[in-house]
């Protein structure tokens, strides 16, 4: 999110004509510090993508607004635990959310991602998924006629971009009986 804010391409996402959810521990991640680059960007987004954003709190945001409360009161203990805790947070709350989705109740759900850990933390989903990198994302939004010039705003952002990658994950194979 903060790569597509940062060229100007946060409406793409609505182009998907997709459920869009957003997990509370990205949410977190990309807005909950307004002096962040773009957190304002996403912020103002949200609120004018109103009621088109389900926002899915999760057990992991649940454990990290635990920690933050107890390293808040002075517990140093917590707070190297939070410490911890926060690496990868927002991928382990997409699979947690996704892993709540039952197979039989969408055909694929697509992950946006730039953080390497994510193909592996989601080879194991139980749903049919697509991951792509923000570079793979904008070239399909492009391919469908938005935005011709969006490869050339995401590239001048300056970000550390991950390649053009797109995975399918085909999950729930192993259950099926030959």
């Keep these: 999110m903060i790569g597509l804010a940062a060229a100007g391409l946060l409406e793409a996402i609505r182009v998907t004509n997709r459920h869009i959810v957003l997990v509370d521990r990205v949410e977190d991640e990309?807005?909950?510090?307004?002096?962040?680059p773009f957190a304002a960007e996403v912020a103002d987004w949200l609120v004018r993508m109103q009621g088109a954003i389900v926002r899915a709190p999760t057990l992991e945001g649940l454990a990290i607004a635990t920690l933050r409360q107890q390293a808040g009161q002075g517990d140093t203990a917590a707070a190297e635990r939070l410490k911890k805790a926060l690496r990868h947070s927002g991928e382990r709350a997409i699979r947690e959310y996704v892993e709540m989705i039952e197979p039989k109740d969408i055909d694929d759900a697509v992950v946006l991602y730039e953080d390497g850990a994510v193909p592996n933390l989601m080879s194991a989903a139980s749903v049919p998924m697509v991951l792509m990198t923000t570079r793979a994302f904008v070239r399909v939004m492009i391919d469908r006629g938005c935005n011709g010039d969006a490869l050339q705003a995401l590239e001048?952002?300056?970000y550390h971009?991950?390649?053009?990658i797109r995975t399918?994950?085909?999950?729930?194979?192993?259950d099926v009986t030959p």
């Design 161 to 164: 971009l991950k390649p053009p």
């Design 168 to 174: 399918l994950i085909e999950a729930g194979l192993d």
């Design 30 to 36: 990309v807005r909950g510090d307004l002096a962040k």
């Design 156 to 158: 001048k952002t300056g």
